[in-house]
């Protein structure tokens, strides 16, 4: 059985050389400032560069990536107008005066607005976000529950095999089972469980 190795995906999605989505994405939403649907159609042309990866595949304004647990189809329209993720000037000047303290700690991190350099867009701050959850889960001993989609429908008497199989496949479950089968899984005790 092969083993999926998902950094060439978080290759594809992060990498900056060669440029991958976010930072395609910042490039298209960086040079077409007024028109989305140009900024999208920028992406398009851009993120055709990646077809080069065996995990991507461009299909006219969407396009598909092959993550570890399947394909996911991502719709581009609108994408790069959502990765701007501006907050006007004025809105944040208003709050930034307000003596509520609440109202400012909203907005913690404003950008500096005598800055030159380009305001962090959504990909930016997923990124981030991502990449410091990684930073705490590796600081941590994490306990999983894995679960299992019977179905797309969201029905709870069907039960897609393949479907199934497949995130049996690519959650380790097998693995797993097979660490279990060999005598080396660890139980915590029931009361101990319930306590945590």
């Known amino acids: 059985m092969t083993v999926f190795d998902n950094a060439i995906v978080c290759e594809l999605i992060e990498g900056k050389r060669p440029a991958g989505i976010f930072a395609t994405l910042n490039d298209a939403t960086a040079t077409a400032h007024a028109d989305p649907s140009a900024a999208d159609n920028s992406f398009i042309q851009r993120s055709n560069m990646l077809s080069a990866n065996p995990n991507f595949e461009p299909r006219g304004n969407k396009f598909l990536i092959k993550h570890y647990a399947g394909d996911v189809m991502y719709n581009v329209a609108g ?3 959502k990765n701007k993720d501006t907050l006007i000037k004025d809105i944040l000047d208003l709050i930034d005066g307000s003596k509520d303290k609440f109202l400012q700690t909203l907005f913690p991190d404003r950008p500096d607005p005598d800055s ?6 959504a990909g930016d701050k997923i990124r981030s976000s991502a990449n410091d959850l990684v930073t705490n ?3 941590c001993q994490p306990h999983y529950i894995r679960t299992i ?3 797309q429908n969201r029905s709870p008497s069907e039960y897609d095999d393949k479907a199934i199989l497949h995130q049996i496949k690519y959650l380790g479950l097998q693995e797993n089972i097979r660490v279990r089968r060999a ?3 660890y139980r915590a005790e029931f009361q101990k469980m319930i306590q945590r």
Do not use: C, I, V
């Not at 030159?116 to 867009?121: A, L, M, S, V």
């Open 79 to 81: 994408m790069t107008d």
């Open 116 to 121: 030159k350099k380009r305001p962090p867009t």
């Open 137 to 139: 889960l590796m600081r």
């Open 149 to 151: 989609k019977p179905n």
């Open 183 to 185: 005598g080396f899984a």
